[in-house]
């Protein structure tokens, strides 16, 4: 079973180690003494924690569309030249980047500062453990 130190979890949460303390005072969140006798948050509580406190701006769109994966940010960079055109948004604390046209660019309007919302459809999705090797 993993368990995350409160620094951990705070880290993971992008919250303050204190933020995280004080839920565990008013019991917000759950934490036991580990071996160490440090306080160690469940992971499967820190995950159902983390998708109950997740919030997106909501999509300003007004499309239908099958792929579930939307971001809504803002547009902070712009690479263009003639024909191809690198476009950056942060999205809450996710950097997207997507290459597109340049012409698509021109044709929605899209300079620093767009409100803008990436829309990700990917049959391949990787996932990562660190420090596992297979």
Known sequence: M???????AA???????????????????DAAA???G????????????AAAQASAP???STVGRSARNRFV???????MDTVMAQV????????????MSSEAVREL????????????KATNVIVETPGRAA
Do not use: K, N
């Open 88 to 99: 950056e948004l942060q999205c809450g604390p996710h950097r997207v980047v997507s290459l």
């Open 38 to 49: 440090r306080l160690a948050i469940d992971g499967a509580q820190l995950a159902a924690f």
């Open 58 to 60: 909501t999509d300003p």
């Open 11 to 29: 880290e993971l949460l992008g919250v303050s180690d204190d933020t995280v303390r004080r839920w565990v005072d008013t019991g917000r969140m």
């Open 2 to 8: 993993t368990h995350y130190r409160i620094s951990e």
């Open 109 to 120: 309007g899209l300079e620093i500062g767009s409100l803008s919302v990436a829309v990700i």
């Open 73 to 79: 940010g803002i547009v902070t960079g712009i690479t």
């Open 34 to 36: 580990d071996s160490a």
